[in-house]
């Protein structure tokens, strides 16, 4: 079992950057693949990235490539999202989840609300 809490939500303009953060509960963190998911409004939640338990492998929807930086840091169990170029399309809340490496993601937080301006 894994707990999962984001901050580092909030409002920014177009163009700005924001670095959410996901700490985790437990002794277990290392051992699970981390992802960040976003759900905007009226849509279904949509995967952004991903990484590895080692932190050696990252993976971006197309939309955030070359924008949105992944990062964990297993002695502090936190995962980080840092955005930048932030567009209003990237307006959503903004779920962190944990995953055994091959199975579904089964632990998320409750989610951190961004929301970019024009």
């Given amino acids: 079992q894994v707990q999962l809490v984001e901050s580092g939500g909030g409002l920014v303009q177009a163009g700005g950057s924001l670095r959410l953060s996901c700490a ?51 002695a502090k169990n936190t995962v980080y999202l840092q955005m930048n170029s932030l567009k209003r399309e990237d307006t959503a809340v903004y779920y962190c989840a944990a995953a055994h490496s091959g199975q579904n993601y089964n632990f998320w937080g409750q989610g951190t609300q961004v929301t970019v301006s024009s």
């Fill in 24 to 74: 985790a509960s437990g002794r277990t963190f290392s051992s699970y693949v981390m992802g960040w998911f976003r759900q905007a409004p009226g849509k279904e939640r949509e995967f952004v990235t991903s990484i590895s338990v080692s932190g050696g492998s990252t993976y971006y929807t197309d939309s955030v490539k070359g924008r949105f930086t992944i990062s964990r840091d297993n």
